[in-house]
């Protein structure tokens, strides 16, 4: 089940908006965008927390073909490795038949964890893993806003 972030829907609006204005997106663009937003979530404070490693595991972005920067290596140590794993490629699997559903390029990337927007929303907790913190992706896509656009743009076919 995807979890819609707080601000994300606007935010989304006005970079299409932008790549409507830019020529016709390719999926070379959009798979290098989310490279982008993922680098950030991982280098650029505040990062993705970390405890047993499978939220950052379950990083996806699927396209119309398959996925791209789709790990899904999760740790057993509280022994849900299999349950991650299986929740995974349930919402690969969905997340594509969306995006496969689209007329223009179209891509959908995040986190698989079913808890992942519960930890994305939680204000005020001292992660082990150090500059973590809430709101790890929405900060990354806002911060990486005008890269992502610049790589869509190189790489987008001029009408």
């Known amino acids: 089940m995807a979890v819609v972030l707080k601000g994300v829907a606007k935010m989304q609006d006005r970079m299409n908006a932008a790549m409507a204005r830019m020529g016709v997106v390719t999926m070379d663009g959009l798979i290098e965008g989310s490279i982008i937003i993922r680098r ?5 404070t505040p ?3 970390l405890d ?8 996806f972005t699927a396209t119309p073909r398959g996925s791209v920067n789709s790990n899904g290596a999760f740790n057993n140590k509280n022994g849900d490795a299999s349950k991650m794993k299986q929740n995974h490629s349930k919402v690969l699997s ?7 559903s689209r007329t223009s390029p179209t891509i ?10 519960y930890v994305h929303e ?5 992660w082990q893993r150090p500059g973590s913190g809430s709101w790890f992706l929405a900060s990354a896509l806002m911060r990486t806003k005008k890269q992502v656009l610049e790589a869509i ?7």
């Open 108 to 117: 959908s990337l995040g986190f698989s964890a079913n808890y992942s927007g």
């Open 94 to 100: 969905q997340e594509k038949t969306t995006v496969k």
């Open 153 to 159: 743009r190189i790489r987008a076919k001029i009408r």
């Open 122 to 126: 939680m204000m005020g907790v001292v």
């Open 52 to 59: 047993t490693g499978n939220l950052r595991a379950s990083w």
């Open 40 to 44: 950030s979530t991982e280098d650029d």
């Open 47 to 49: 990062i993705t927390p």
